[in-house]
């Protein structure tokens, strides 16, 4: 198994070249991924859009049924990271300061702010849309500024910080909808779909014994805040930015060059943030890859997570049963 760079020649000096660093960046994420599978069976391409998005500075919503192992999945990646990790279940009666924290009178007699479950480097929001809108957006502030604010002051949240978000589509009942803006925080809507019967074999022989797995911490907090100033020096071509550019547009209806599948069954399309993360998401996907620039098929790759969660289906789609993953398809 290949093994991440030691920190010493992680390549903060200024000497090291960023191909050297491209080439240390494919190494290290085989070394990140191999742990992460030494847990989760099968899942790969979930695995990837978790692991791009985190290298991207991006958030992560994970929609799947229950029994697909997206808590377990989070708290594997947040191990072989190495970094500070907290679950927070979000329920109905969860208050926005059970996840910022709060101010005390201390002994003294002194107000003294108490940091709350969000104060960690990966966080777990599970089943995110539990909990009333008010609490929700007590993320926001977080999921956009890295930072909080309590009592007038601003506290600042430790680097690297993710949000990794699950929910059930199935059970809505006692549910709150994400807003839009909300969802728009999110890099990746990733579906978690059930595994195939091989893999399901395997997972069922790997928890039904006494054995577990051990995860070890492959890479620090400055590694992966280098690899994350990393992808964003990789060079990109001004047609792949043209290219993600245009397909974001080419999901609004009633704008010049969207297709009829868009005019025909959205109300809204994706925003200018949708192709922020398509550029961003395109260089990691390269990095990943070995390739020192992304091109076009990069971008491709990443856009069906991006832009799931951010285009709104008029009612004659969700009538005739066309899925937004049918509509980026069409306009792919």
Sequence with gaps: MVTSAPKSSIGMNERTSDVQAVERFTGAYGALKAEVNKVIIGQDRVVDDVLIAIFSRGHCLLVGVPGLAKTLLVNTVAQALGLSFHRIQFTPDL???DIIGSEILDESRHFRF???PLFANIILADEINRTPPKTQAA???AMQEKAVTAAGH???LPEPFFVLATQNPIEQEGTYPLPEAQLDRFMFNIWVDYPAYDEELAVVKATTSDVNA???AVLSAEEILFYQGLVRRIPVPDNVVEYAVGLAS????GRN???AVINDNVNWGAGPRASQYLVVGAKCHALVHGKFSPDIEDVQAVAKPILRHRIVRNYKAEAEGVTVDRIVEEVL
Excluded: C, D, N, Q
């Design 250 to 253: 080419r999901t609004r209806p």
């Design 214 to 216: 051990e995860v070890k």
């Design 154 to 156: 601003t506290y600042a």
């Design 139 to 141: 993320l926001l502030e």
């Design 114 to 116: 108490v940091k709350g």
């Design 95 to 97: 208050m926005p300061s």
């Design 257 to 259: 060059g969207a297709p």
